[in-house]
């Protein structure tokens, strides 16, 4: 069946990086549009990155300039890298394939605190 392993996610401070990682398996990786979704306390879930099965890249405004989203379909990875942290961005970050509503890993903590 599939799966999604988020890995990455810490405690770090503020103006730190992080780097996440989804390991899929379980589906044909190269033929799915790929995303980052993150939800903090009390707050909705948004999309914070995505990246099309083409490449094509888009970003929440508030990760513009900071969060790069990549993928290696030769190791069914996806990736965020995470610079100038605030602490805003303290959420738990999902990887999704397939957009809203399809497949989901199960999450990873990233904490941004002083």
């Known amino acids: 069946q599939v799966q999604l392993v988020e890995s990455g996610g810490a405690l770090v401070q503020p103006g730190g990086s992080l780097r996440l990682s989804c390991a899929a398996s379980?589906?044909?990786?190269?033929?799915?549009?790929m995303g980052w979704y993150r939800q903090g306390p009390g707050k909705q879930r948004e999309l914070v990155a995505g990246i099309t099965k083409g490449g094509m890249r888009n970003y929440v405004d508030s990760a513009k300039g900071r969060f790069t989203i990549s993928r290696d379909n030769a190791k069914n990875t996806m990736y965020l890298q995470m610079d100038n942290l605030t602490p805003k961005d303290t959420a738990v970050y999902y990887c999704?394939?397939?957009?809203?509503?399809?497949?989901w890993g199960q999450g990873t903590q990233v904490t941004v605190s002083s």
């Open positions: 999704n394939a397939g957009g809203d509503g399809m497949y």
């Open positions: 379980g589906i044909i990786f190269s033929v799915y549009n």
